[in-house]
């Protein structure tokens, strides 16, 4: 179809030649330019003002209630959680109890006679013997004593005077054990265990025959009454047995008990 646009020069119409062409595009720019340069500073400006203190708003609370429907997510607390009832986190201060409620009432020790430094020993504590001319009598034979004869030393009647020098000690500390006994005899020997028989023998100068004539005095269920307990043989006490003194360990029995109970005397006149 044959294109019927009029031009320019065939309406009469002449192009204006008296400015440089495109002047109009750079004068819509440059206005533009200066609009968006005048807009930055009004912000620029706008922004460094401060507002003070009343104008800082205080970020709105939350709304008590959410309504239905809604979850809502509390920050974490920083407080520990309380414990469980019924139990505590503080330390108990409470003493414990050194039997269990459980047990029942605790029996007397029947194994072993009291040691020296128990209360039932601090209530029959064993007498001081003198410090010469002592003899040790029997308990259940209070006619018999101790008494060098031959190698041993026996439970024997005193009857005549060389009877009773042989019946005669001198009772000193403990040659191993300074709280202890050790018997010496009136030739300057002692009596000590060997082979666990009471004899009388010189010091050889070695620590097992300090040991073998050191004794410890243990209360005795006698009132009154010793029981002379080993120094390096702990639990063996010295009894008569057939009339002869040896280490025998100890029994729980009335016999036993009997045959090692001594008293500390003087000297049968």
Known sequence: M????PRPWESGWSADVSRTPGTRRLWL?????????VACVTALAVDSTDPGPAAAAAPPAPPADHGPGLLSFAS???RTAAPPKGTSTAPSTAPQSAV????GPSASPVTSPPRRGSSQGSAQRPPKPAATG?????VNYPDRYWHISGDHVRLDPI???ADRLAATFTVV?????????????ADGGYLRHRDFLLRAEHDDGTALFRQDATFCPRPSSVGGATMLESVNYPGRFLRHQNFLLKLDPYQDTDPYRADSAFRLVDAPA
Not at 100 to 103: D, I, K, L, Y
């Open 2 to 5: 044959p294109d019927h646009t």
């Open 29 to 37: 720019a440059g206005a533009l330019a200066l609009a968006t340069v």
């Open 76 to 78: 974490p607390s920083t």
């Open 100 to 103: 269990s409620p459980s047990a």
């Open 134 to 138: 002592t003899s040790v009598r029997s």
């Open 159 to 161: 009857t005549s005077t």
């Open 173 to 185: 500390k403990g040659l191993a054990n300074s709280g202890c006994y050790s018997f010496a005899t």
